[in-house]
């Protein structure tokens, strides 16, 4: 089906025709039209308009109303103040409009089939080490963009850029051939099932045990190094000992992206190693471009306005006097990778605020190499610290990095909690309790961060998360099965929509708030702003809490009346499972 126009479009061509018929000259001025509180509309353009036409702004105001003919969507036009037009619809039309909605599977919101291909960058874990809470963000914000712009028509590829290549692994490869039995696990060695607890309780020790010995023993650091050299030259043995420490790694990210309710595929999986190949061209390429240029022996790239404290220049280091890679060279043959291989018109990079002044030199780089232009863009959709209760980064009591599963674990313990409250009430089985328990733990926790600005840091309150009161996932969650809890208790009506009938106060600012999801799936997708869809979910939520305190849906005074509020509640059962999906968050159906 194609697209539903909203109503905000439907008028504004309605203004814009107006326009041209009582002004051709300004035929293709914008009528500025945005939500008010003084109608359902207001559109101001006629005030820049006056003012570029050397004309009386209220007269022109007059004379633009008066030539829009009369239509079934606007009820009244009221010139205002200098010139505003504050403009109320119909009735009919919140209806008509909901109900082309309502008839449409993606409700109404446009697909664009010519739509770009964006390479996703996010959910970025190191090898042979625990998953933290660091992790969190890159994780969730990138599913959920992922998400939104698959539903936009854009075709997207995942891309998670794990660390699984450096110095370290010389130290653990090396340590795991003078102690073959490391990675066994305890019930039928090394190819035995494991938990993802258990293959990170494996590879953590391991990592202590090698570390310790690096730092203790100048002969074994001596073979580490000189293992990392094998593993870089392709060594057979040890490039086998390194897929172990990867396939063990990913059993245990598995695991925690289980828990966390997010799909990740492994083809999506391409670490560091994965740009191996393309280094040595990748610098070759930059050299003889003269983009990049030998400084002390390193192969840098100098920008004229990024310069240290002291005024001396800060360059990006591609490849260092001693012949080996830095981050730099990876990141650039990835987005040689994904432009030239993939075709991608976007590159998304999920990654923390920290690293942005090393983002913007590589995106420029790449730009003087002409990988990124006019027709390829990338950018950094930059996210903020978690934070504990106390403003400061999150560490435990004894002061180390959180554990991303443990934290996940007390979610689903505190959102389990506060279900079995409503066990009863809610007629949910046992079963229930677990499952809902871990689908209102874990949406509690994308949503707190899912609501925040991304580029800003946020306090992690698990007892805020999973309160029913606020902006919490557990709110929407509940307004949502609180809706279907009424369409099973309703059993002599169907929702079924009425434009003949008029609508109270509530019910028109609910419907109002419907029509805009599409503009909000588009702003989202068009800024990287994930927070904007969760802030019109909260609202919608709000609407909602406000149409059942003055509009009673099961006792409503006629049949039409109750068929009406029940198309209306239904379309909002819809839209936030929608919107909620779109963000990785479950709506159980009973809560």
């Known amino acids: 089906m194609a697209s539903v126009p909203s109503l905000a479009s439907t008028v504004q061509q309605r203004l814009a025709e107006g326009l041209s018929a009582a002004l051709p000259e300004a035929a293709s001025a914008d009528p500025l039209l945005r939500r008010s509180d003084r109608a359902d509309f207001q559109a101001n353009g006629i005030l820049a308009l006056a003012k570029q036409l050397k004309g009386n702004p209220r007269e022109l105001a007059t004379?633009?109303?008066?030539?829009?003919?009369?239509?079934?969507?606007?009820?009244?036009i009221e010139v205002s103040g200098p010139g505003f037009l504050n403009i109320t619809v119909s009735d009919a039309a919140i209806v008509n409009t909901l109900a082309a909605r309502a008839a449409d599977a993606r409700l109404g919101v446009p697909f664009n089939e010519a739509a770009g291909t964006t390479v996703i960058d996010y959910a970025q874990p190191n090898v042979a080490k625990e998953m933290h809470v660091g992790h969190l963000r890159s994780a969730v914000i990138g599913a959920a963009m992922v998400e939104i712009l698959e539903f936009t028509g854009e075709r997207v590829v995942r891309r998670h850029h794990i660390g699984d290549w450096g110095t370290q692994f010389g130290m653990l490869i090396q340590y795991l051939i003078e102690h073959p039995h490391e990675l066994d696990h305890k019930a039928g060695g090394a190819d035995a099932e494991v938990s993802g607890e258990e293959a990170m309780s494996n590879l953590n020790r391991l990592y202590k045990a090698s570390r310790a010995l690096f730092d203790s023993d100048e002969e074994f650091k001596t073979r580490a190094r000189a293992r990392v050299v094998d593993l870089q030259a392709g060594d057979e043995q040890t490039l086998a000992l390194w897929q172990r420490f990867v396939d063990e790694s990913k059993i245990y990210f598995y695991s925690v992206f289980e828990k966390l309710d997010m799909d990740i595929r492994d083809p999506d999986i391409v670490g560091e190693s994965g740009y191996n190949d393309m280094l040595q061209e990748t610098c070759r390429i930059l050299e003889e471009s003269g983009v990049a240029v030998r400084s002390e022996g390193a192969l840098c790239v100098f920008f004229d306005d990024i310069k240290g404290p002291e005024g001396n220049p800060v360059p990006l280091i591609v490849q260092k006097s001693d012949g080996g890679f830095g981050y730099a060279a990876t990141d650039l043959s990835a987005i040689?990778?994904?432009v030239q291989n993939l075709k991608a018109s976007t590159l998304l990079y999920v990654v923390d605020a920290r690293q942005s002044l090393h983002f913007k030199m590589?995106?420029?780089?790449?730009?003087?190499?002409?990988?990124?232009?006019?027709?390829?863009?990338?950018h950094q959709l930059a996210f903020g610290t978690v934070l504990g209760k106390d403003g400061k980064p999150f560490k435990t009591r004894e002061g180390e990095t959180v554990r991303l599963v443990d934290l996940l674990d007390e979610a689903i313990e505190r959102a389990t909690a506060v279900v079995e409250e409503k066990k009863e009430k809610a007629g949910l089985t046992d079963e229930e309790v677990v499952e809902n328990g871990r689908y209102v733990g874990i949406g509690a926790v994308k949503y707190a961060d899912l609501s925040t600005s991304a580029v800003r840091d946020y306090k992690f309150d698990l007892d805020q998360m999973v309160s029913l009161n606020g902006d919490t996932s557990v709110y929407l969650q509940y307004a949502y099965a609180r809706i279907q809890s009424i369409k099973r208790n309703v059993t002599d009506a169907e929702p079924t929509a009425h434009p003949e009938l008029e609508l109270a106060p509530a019910e028109r600012a609910l419907g109002l708030h419907l029509d805009q999801f599409g503009a909000a799936i588009d702003e989202v997708a068009e800024e990287y702003a994930p927070h904007k869809l969760a802030a019109y979910l909260y609202q919608l939520a709000s609407h909602l809490t406000t149409f059942y305190d003055q509009c009673p849906v099961m006792k409503a005074e006629?049949?039409?009346l109750k068929e009406n509020r029940l198309f209306l509640v239904d379309l909002t059962a819809r839209t936030l499972h929608q919107g909620m999906a779109l963000l990785g968050i479950r709506t159980p159906e009973r809560l």
């Open 558 to 560: 006629t049949r039409e």
């Open 336 to 338: 040689r990778d994904r």
């Open 63 to 76: 004379k633009v109303v008066e030539a829009i003919p009369a239509n079934d969507v606007l009820q009244e």
């Open 362 to 378: 590589v995106f420029e780089t790449a730009r003087r190499a002409g990988w990124l232009n006019d027709e390829v863009k990338a």
